[in-house]
């Protein structure tokens, strides 16, 4: 029996894999499509973690989709919230039928002379199925969905209480008037605390080093009073503007001015927190402001639970875990029942799929991104990954757009494959994701990396990418296009925006 053949196999059924098939299905409704998901459910990060609190750290009219308004009040949404919006957009588009959830892709190999990728996957009962297509696009982002960082403590195996990460959170964890201490000062340590800490006896939060934060209200109201005057869509449009250019605003800022914006954050921690806390320790970074990513807590909540004791924060070093707690460095002692390891999360590029060209493996630190979304001397294959910056979907609309023009083309041109190539060797290269956060400088050396022009370079720009994505032409001079078994495409249309 031959394989199942599709126009184009999207790997992942979170926001970026429905989000590409909504763009296919709105663009390209003849391509013929499949969603396959590793996990047996859809919703990827939204559905994978179960932690108390669990929130969107964007806004949810830049983190929604451009086609689908965002309609709850709140504008800092909770997980649950937030993975329904992701199923109803699948739900009501009929892209739910296009799904296979527990199929997961563990290899693909090109084959120029048929101009399609060969895919083997993987069932959840233990079964193996091929499937082919001529556009192969990862959508399942840049983490490790089956387990996350937890640094080697010293000690850990002598605690008597329970060790927890997030991304392994138990469903009947009882920890009601217990002791808690959460490791880590991200995004996901300034969730928990506030949620747990309405239960817990005390929650504590050790962090090695502060990071910035930023309380930014859970409704908008400036949203709220368009839905109330004006019809969704376009309420929802106007939102999404303004809260694109306030992203951009503060983030340029950041960068023009650190030393202000260091002052005005600090200055709204302060007046968010009792007379005399103790800002300078735990809330006034060594770095500047978005050389890491900022956090966003909702309505002030951490602060909230701070300023009525329910919970504090501790910043110094591990010496080692004890039976009753965690010694610290310090020479003070936490006690403990329970410890959440808010460690951060592994990176795997492109959920680890194993990729091969012609029988050549194609080593992923070797490769350079064009337009932040394919990759060079890779033929028709795309991805899709979010801004660090800014909302992750903010990135995956446009990825999606540009992807659709580019399959437009080749049907315009009678061209059946698309692979980037640099015009000229040797081209100075840097880190696919220039950041400085833990968790990426654990795993970043085995990604791609980015060049030190156009279109090699991965702005973290939503205007840069609009114009290059969205307004810019397809027919890019290292981008080419070829008819199978490597005879030229037709003569190319003159440059025009797609």
């Known amino acids: 029996m031959s394989p199942e053949h599709v126009d184009v196999l999207i790997v992942g059924a979170g926001v970026s894999g429905i989000g590409c098939a909504y763009h296919l299905q709105a663009e390209q409704p ?42 709850d009040e709140k504008a800092i949404a909770d997980g649950p919230a937030i993975l329904d919006y992701i199923r109803e957009t699948a739900t009501e588009n009929g892209i739910d039928r296009h799904i296979r959830t527990g199929h997961r892709v563990a290899g693909a190999e090109w084959s120029s002379a048929d101009a399609r990728w060969t895919v083997a996957v993987e069932r959840a009962d233990g079964t193996a199925l091929t499937v082919t297509c001529a556009w192969l696009f990862s959508a399942g982002g840049y983490y490790r969905y089956d387990g996350g960082f937890l640094p080697d403590f010293p000690g850990l195996e002598d605690f008597a209480g329970e060790v927890i990460h997030p991304q392994q959170w138990p469903e009947d964890l009882d920890y009601a008037g217990k002791r808690v201490v959460v490791i880590g000062s991200g995004a996901t340590a300034m969730t928990i605390v506030p949620a747990m800490a309405r239960e817990a006896g005390h929650v504590t939060m050790l962090q090695r080093s502060p990071t910035y934060v930023i309380s930014v209200p859970e409704k908008d109201p400036i949203a709220n009073w368009l839905n109330r005057r004006l019809p969704a ?67 002030g ?143 970043v050396q085995d990604f791609p990396r980015q060049g030190d022009r156009a279109p090699w370079k991965m702005p973290m720009s939503y205007a840069a990418d609009v114009k290059t994505l969205r307004d810019g032409p397809v027919n890019d001079p290292e981008l080419l296009f070829a008819r199978r078994a490597g005879v030229a495409a037709p003569e190319p249309e003159p440059a025009i925006a797609a």
């Open 30 to 71: 003849t391509k013929s499509y499949m969603i396959l998901e590793a996990r047996e459910a859809t919703g990827g990060t939204w559905d994978l973690f179960k932690y108390p609190g669990i929130r969107s750290d964007s806004d949810l009219h830049t983190f929604g989709y451009a086609f689908k308004p965002w309609r």
């Open 233 to 299: 869509d376009r309420a929802y449009a106007l939102t999404r503007r303004k809260n694109i250019w306030l992203q951009k605003t503060i983030y340029g800022l950041s960068q023009k001015r650190p030393k202000l914006v260091r002052r005005l954050l600090r200055s709204g921690v302060k007046k968010a927190l009792p007379e005399g806390y103790d800002v300078d320790t735990h809330f006034n970074p060594k770095y500047g402001p978005w050389d890491q990513r900022m956090c966003a807590v909702p309505d």
């Open 301 to 443: 909540d951490l602060f909230g639970v701070l300023s009525d004791g329910s919970a504090s924060i501790v910043t110094d070093r591990i010496a080692r875990f004890t039976p009753g707690g965690i010694a610290l460095e310090s020479g003070a002692t936490l006690e403990a029942d329970i410890v959440i390891s808010a460690t951060g999360l592994n990176l795997l590029a492109f959920g680890g799929i194993g990729l091969r060209v012609d029988g050549r493996a194609v080593d992923l630190a070797e490769t350079l991104v064009f337009k932040g979304m394919m990759l060079s001397d890779v033929p028709n294959f795309a991805f899709a990954i979010g801004y660090t910056n800014a909302s992750w979907t903010l990135k995956v609309d446009l990825v999606c757009e540009a992807f659709g023009r580019v399959l437009a083309f080749m049907d315009r041109t009678g061209a059946d494959t698309c692979m980037p190539h640099p015009a000229q060797p040797g081209m100075e290269t840097r880190p696919l994701l220039d950041f400085a956060a833990g968790y990426v400088q654990r795993a």
